[in-house]
């Protein structure tokens, strides 16, 4: 039976091993122990699934609680996958922001045909800049 939390401490090396076993870690700095601490210390609405004492799934997000949640990380262990934990674990983050706040994310390409079929609408006005890219004039 999976447990789901609210903002239930999670470890550092909890959070690697889901990343790693959804696959997402493809995508996170989880050789970077400092930089995934701070992630978990800032994000400021964590919703996990527990199967027992291990950590199978994880949404993490940044929000304002009002107008929008940046649902940063959404990662669920492989061996949990199509058992509608994802589904819940964004369910259970959009009954605690804000009745008029809106959950946005950034697909990993894999789950690109996902998002839309549970009803997300796809947004083509994103962009991204790295911490490495210089902001100026065009």
């Keep these: 039976m999976i447990r789901y939390a609210l903002n239930e401490t999670v ?16 995508r996170r700095p ?3 122990r400092d930089c995934l601490a701070s992630m978990l210390e800032h994000g400021n609405l964590t919703i ?3 199967d027992a004492d291990k950590l199978v799934g994880i949404a ?4 304002d609680f009002s107008y ?3 649902l940063s990380d959404l990662a669920v262990d492989r061996r949990y996958q199509q058992d509608g934990i994802g589904l819940e674990l964004q369910r259970q983050t959009q009954a605690r922001i804000g009745e008029h706040c809106k959950i946005i994310l950034l697909s990993a390409p894999a789950a690109l045909t ?7 609408t796809k947004h083509d006005g994103a962009f991204l800049i790295g911490s490495d890219d210089k902001l100026g004039r065009s």
């Design 48 to 50: 996990t699934a527990w």
């Design 114 to 120: 996902y998002y839309p079929k549970i009803g997300y």
């Design 68 to 70: 929008c949640c940046y």
């Design 30 to 32: 989880i050789h970077d």
């Design 60 to 63: 993490r997000s940044v929000t």
């Design 11 to 26: 470890t550092v090396d909890q959070f690697i091993g889901v990343l790693e076993a959804s696959g997402l870690g493809e």
